[in-house]
């Protein structure tokens, strides 16, 4: 299982979890088409051809559009796997939703081929939350983004560095690679039946310090109390955290509730201060299922084929 939460506390929670959106914002980031069409496994799969360009949208504008809440405040900085998800205050019926995507008008620098894609989550009803993510891995760097609503303003966002943290739960070993430099962390995850979700996980948020209550998620009173340098992963309540377990059992054995603990010699601190909104972190080697898109934002366990299956405008160029 996943540490327990509270919302406002925390804690570790290995329950398919909901797509409650933290304060974040994600830009664009451009991948060729050659590139795009080599994409594959959770990541793409060379479907769905991008149209050229977007045409104007032609029908009235959506009223869903005047409460729209994007996951990204104006100006913001975030790492290459967030994507910009809107939520509206009402299901949107499935026969508008190619109008909403069309005036949901996203631009980058870079001229990224993505697509908008309908996600359910536990926090929302069908029809109530869309994402837009690129159709390559992850955002480029450096990519400027611009999000329109319809009449109702813009959003813009930046890319920032690239930090893509694999943890492999066979060895014990977290690898975090930022730019051409790699660095291999100890940790320890889920014990078995507390398994730690396997999957690629978007930084929804972080905290210096969390509780964390396993009463909340039904494991009794196993623990509850403060968790230091906390980088929330999933709605459900995974975590990379400080474990005072992870002093000796990191690098050899799993013993966590579902979280990815990390030793409190000061390797916890210097993980969670490089840390930014929207890095990338993949579990693999877990004995449990691959997170769920709407459990934060699992939007990249999904082929590209497949986050097309669920978009009703289709794949289109952002330039």
């Not at 975090?176 to 996980?201: E, F, H, K, L």
Request: charged share 15%; net charge positive.
């Amino acid at each position: 299982m996943a540490c327990a939460a509270l919302f406002s506390a925390a804690g570790c929670s290995t329950d398919a979890g909901t797509g409650i959106r933290a304060a974040t914002d994600a830009p664009t980031s451009r991948a060729s088409t050659a590139a795009a069409d080599k994409a594959a496994g959770g990541h793409g799969d060379g479907a769905g051809k991008a149209s050229a360009a977007r045409p104007a949208p032609s029908g009235p504008e959506p009223a869903v559009l005047a409460q729209a809440r994007v996951n990204m405040s104006d100006g913001q900085t975030v790492g290459v796997g967030m994507p910009i998800s809107v939520t509206f205050s009402r299901p949107v019926p499935a026969a508008e939703r190619k109008d909403v995507e069309g005036w949901l008008r996203v631009q980058t620098s870079s001229g990224t081929s993505g697509a908008w894609s309908w996600v359910n989550d536990d926090a929302h009803l069908d029809g109530q939350r869309v994402d837009f993510r690129p159709r390559t891995t992850y955002w480029q760097s450096g990519t400027r983004i611009t999000l329109r609503l319809g009449s109702h303003g813009a959003r813009h966002f930046t890319i920032g560095r690239s930090l893509v943290a694999t943890v492999d739960a066979k060895t014990h070993m977290m690898t975090v690679r930022t730019g051409g430099t790699a660095q291999r962390i100890p940790v320890t995850t889920g014990a078995p039946g507390t398994d730690t979700w396997n999957g690629t996980m978007v930084v929804m948020g972080k905290q210096p310090k969390v509780y964390m209550d396993s009463r909340t998620v039904g494991l009794g009173d196993t623990y509850h109390g403060y968790y230091y340098w906390a980088v929330h992963l999933t709605t459900s309540g995974t975590y990379v955290h400080q474990n005072p377990r992870a002093n000796t059992e990191a690098g050899h054995r799993n013993v966590t509730h579902g979280c990815v603990g990390l030793a409190s010699d000061g390797t916890a601190q210097r993980f969670y201060d490089r840390i930014r909104i929207g890095d990338v972190i993949t579990v693999t080697g877990a004995d449990k299922g691959v997170v769920a898109t709407g459990n934060g934002y699992g939007d990249w366990n999904l082929t590209w084929k497949r986050w097309l299956a669920h978009s009703a405008f289709g794949a289109t160029t952002t330039a």
